[in-house]
């Protein structure tokens, strides 16, 4: 199995600020996803972060908003941007990995 | 609109009965499904997955079943156990890329 770990695992934030969080998988990867779960709902993906090229996001997720950094196989960050309290979610990266796909902890981000 | 569903939000069970989790699809193109297990405070856990070439697939306790006609899966989970109570979400992917997941159940197993 891949073993996938985020900072922070948590963080309070002020709204207009900006939170970067970190996702470190113990192997080299092709490709990671940035999911958010937001309070009671499922879980939604936010974009793809391709090593060596631009992050492809979904449909309602934009760059400005949520950048994403993949400088190699292992790692990668999202930042949340000019954050609001409807950012308040918990935002997994995952990798897929032999037959499945494989979830970080979960940064658990509060917008004051 | 949500290609992925999962109906009922929770479901209660006695401990070492069978416990059945439902989750429908509307993408006929889906190949590949998965069920993951999430406690609070925790990333989804796998559990158990399956592609469309079989209509079963298990492991341990747990067993899915695919009718891909129906366009629905179930996990089924026997016999359940205290330790199996969280919220369950389906999951399912084209090209084991991009999943969809259903809005998940919450299980809760009874002593």
């Known amino acids: 199995s891949a073993v996938i770990s985020q900072k922070p695992s948590r963080d309070i934030c002020q709204r207009g600020t900006s939170l970067t969080i970190q996702c470190q ?3 080299q990867v092709t490709m990671m996803f940035w999911y958010r ?12 972060a391709n090593q060596g090229s631009e992050a492809t996001y979904e ?3 934009v760059i400005d908003k949520f950048p994403i950094s993949r400088p190699n ?3 990668s960050t999202l930042t949340v941007s000019n954050m609001s309290p409807e950012d308040s979610s918990i935002y997994l990266c995952s990798v897929p990995y032999t037959d499945t796909q494989y979830f970080g902890p979960g940064t658990r981000l509060t917008v004051l | 609109d949500q290609q992925v569903k999962q109906n009922s ?23 590949y499904f998965l069920w993951y297990k999430k406690y609070p405070a925790e990333g989804p856990t796998f559990l158990i997955s399956i592609s469309s070439i079989k209509d079963k697939n298990e492991d341990g306790r747990f067993t899915v ?11 089924h989970i026997v016999p359940s156990q205290p330790g199996d109570s969280a919220v369950y979400f389906c999951a399912a992917s084209e090209d084991f890329n991009k ?13």
């Open chain 2, 9 to 31: 939000p929770s479901l209660s069970v006695q401990e070492g009965r069978i416990s059945i989790l439902n989750c429908d699809y509307t993408n006929s193109m889906f190949d």
């Open chain 2, 99 to 111: 999943f969809y997941f259903g809005s998940g159940t919450k299980l809760n197993v009874k002593p």
């Open chain 1, 25 to 27: 998988v113990d192997s």
């Open chain 1, 59 to 61: 449909s309602g997720f």
């Open chain 1, 73 to 75: 196989l292992t790692f």
């Open chain 1, 37 to 48: 779960q937001q309070p009671g709902q499922s879980l939604t993906l936010i974009a793809t």
């Open chain 2, 65 to 75: 079943f695919l009718n891909k006609s129906a366009k629905h899966l179930s996990l």
